[in-house]
Every structure is written in structure tokens, then in C-alpha cells.
Nanobody
Framework: QVQLVESGGGLVQAGGSLRLSCVASGRTFSVYAMGWFRQAPGQVREFVAAIGWSGGNTAYTDSVKGRFTISRDNAKNTVYLQMNSLKPEDTAVYYC???????????????????WGQGTQVTVSS
């Protein structure tokens, strides 16, 4: 049974930083690509960032490029999302997800992910 547990969300002022963590269990973490998605109230879930199984390839949505960094620590079964220069429009519930299939690269498509965490709330005040 795969489980993904996010942490690190909270309330921060615009311009501040947060680091989200997602700890995975239940299968061999190091061979799966991981992604972060977010959903704001009344909005559809959207792609934020993803990292391939090896950590060598990453992808970001345009609105977070240069501000957010995704990384992974396979020894800790953990994927991170470092978020800097936060803006009020970054306010959302953030979800991590584990991609289906081994040894794949990052994907922006939520349909490519088969396991999801419960989400962590990020609120950025102006």
C-alpha cells in the first residue's frame, strides 16, 4: 500500500518561503518520478513541478519558474518543494503524487500519477 504524506505548509507573508516535504512508503521510491500539484478554492488542480526518477530531469509550470525548486532524497524516500518569493496567488492546497511506471521522467499530466497524498495547505498573505 503506497502512502504519501505531505508536510511543511502554513501561513506566510508575500515574499516569504516555505519548504514542502512528501514522504513516500509502500514501494521502491527511487525508481518513480514524483510531482507536485496544487488546487486553489474554486479552481481545477494544476501542475506545479515534477522530477524524474533519477532526479536529473525536472519540469515546472511557468508561473513558478525561478521561484520554486523540486528535489528528492532517495535515501529518505522524500521529495521536496522549496518555494521562495511566495505570492498570494500561490495560495492553494499542495499535493504530491507518485507517477505510475518505473524509470520515467517528469510529467505535467495528473493522469500519469497513480498515488496522491492528502495535501497540505499553503496560504500567502499580501
Amino acid at each position: 500500500q503506497v502512502q504519501l504524506v505531505e508536510s511543511g505548509g502554513g501561513l506566510v507573508q508575500a515574499g516569504g518561503s516555505l519548504r514542502l516535504s512528501c514522504v513516500a512508503s509502500g514501494r521502491t521510491f527511487s525508481v518513480y518520478a514524483m510531482g507536485w500539484f496544487r488546487q486553489a478554492p474554486g479552481q481545477v488542480r494544476e501542475f506545479v513541478a515534477a522530477i524524474g526518477w533519477s532526479g536529473g530531469n525536472t519540469a515546472y509550470t511557468d508561473s513558478v519558474k525561478g521561484r520554486f525548486t523540486i528535489s528528492r532524497d532517495n535515501a529518505k524516500n522524500t521529495v521536496y518543494l522549496q518555494m521562495n518569493s511566495l505570492k498570494p496567488e500561490d495560495t492553494a492546497v499542495y499535493y504530491c503524487a507518485e507517477r505510475a511506471g518505473r524509470y520515467t521522467g517528469p510529467s505535467r499530466n495528473s493522469d500519469d500519477y497513480d498515488y496522491w497524498g492528502q495535501g497540505t495547505q499553503v496560504t500567502v498573505s499580501s
